[in-house]
């Protein structure tokens, strides 16, 4: 193609003091992506975090094993109402459920690559179950790690509805709400982006290893620990690891209520940074 006809890409970034879901817009000459592209090609930012002293049969998830952990959390997620949010749209209404399906895992396997490579993804087992954390100060925003983890793909696979929804929406909102709860702490917090059990797997205490794996070391730091709840059904479970609800927001556009619960967890037994 040439050059003056390529398409302009709307990519979307976060500023880099942001956390993981917050958005500004730049644009992007589709000549400038890499035209072999390959996130298997890519190795996980050497700068990353440092990983808490792992406990019990909590791993680290390795960049050749993102597939299998987003195919956990997409199991795991496959009726959240927050993750369908940006797939089952009007402008989709004529998509089939695979077709849905396959962009829910691929929508997965960026974000999980993200998080390989700028934040800290762990397991269990044979990928029972999955934790996406960000660690303070770590965000996935930056224009290489969009580029490398295929977000950038987004701009294409989700509908008009779909990129309103997540662009103008969702990661404003969540980039928002996050800084306004944390204020000054919110550089310092640890951030649980997206946790998940398989069904088959649920109530074996997956879910409670890899949590305490960071809160351990949160509280050793001193620092907080925040996530948003997509699901009714999980502030009881979170309040059994010390979060509270702080507050609750909402996406607007579609014609059910989507809530998320934003939640935090104070250190426990240390000075709070
Ligand atoms: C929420 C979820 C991650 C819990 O995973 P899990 O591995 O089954 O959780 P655990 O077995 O470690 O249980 C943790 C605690 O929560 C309790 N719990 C778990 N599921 C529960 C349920 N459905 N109802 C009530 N309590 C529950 C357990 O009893 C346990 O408490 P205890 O240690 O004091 O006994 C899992 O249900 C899931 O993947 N849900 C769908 C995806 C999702 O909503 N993720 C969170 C998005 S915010």
């Known amino acids: ?51 808490p002293p792992l406990t019990g049969d909590v791993r680290v998830v390795t960049a050749a094993e993102y597939k ?17 949010y940006f797939i089952d749209v009007p402008d989709r209404s004529h ?53 490398r983890s295929g977000m950038w793909r987004l701009n294409y696979r989700l509908s008009a509805e779909g990129k309103r929804r997540f662009f103008t929406e969702f990661l404003p909102l969540l980039h928002d709400t996050k800084h306004a709860t944390l204020g000054e702490a919110d550089d310092e917090s640890w951030y649980l982006v997206y946790i998940g059990t398989r069904p088959s797997g649920r109530g074996k205490g ?36 010390g979060f509270e609800t702080k507050r609750t927001v909402h996406l607007q556009r579609a014609e059910k209520n989507v809530q998320l619960d934003i939640m935090v967890r104070d250190p426990v037994g240390e000075e709070k940074k």
């Not at 077709?99 to 269990?124: F, P, Q, R, S």
């Not at 620990?225 to 999980?234: C, G, K, Q």
């Open 206 to 241: 997956h879910a409670r290893k890899l949590i305490e794996h960071v809160t351990k070391q949160a509280d050793r730091e001193g620092r907080p620990v925040y996530l948003e709840s997509s699901n009714e059904a999980n502030p009881p479970i979170y309040r059994k690891f």
């Open 95 to 147: 998509w089939s459920e695979q077709e849905k399906w396959d962009l829910h895992v691929e929508i997965l396997e960026y974000v999980t690559y993200a998080h390989i490579l700028k934040g800290l993804v762990t397991t269990i087992g044979d990928f029972e179950a999955v934790a996406l954390w960000m660690p303070p100060g770590q965000n996935m925003d930056d224009f290489l790690t969009i580029l």
């Open 1 to 51: 193609m040439a050059k003056t006809l390529a398409p302009v890409v709307s990519v979307h970034l976060v500023d880099q003091k942001s956390s993981l879901k917050s958005a500004t817009t730049a644009n992007v000459q589709l000549n400038d992506v890499p035209t072999k592209f390959s996130v298997l090609q890519q190795k996980p930012d050497a700068a990353a975090a440092p990983v």
């Open 68 to 84: 299998q952990a987003a195919a956990c959390l997409a199991e795991a997620f496959a009726e959240d109402d927050v993750a369908r």
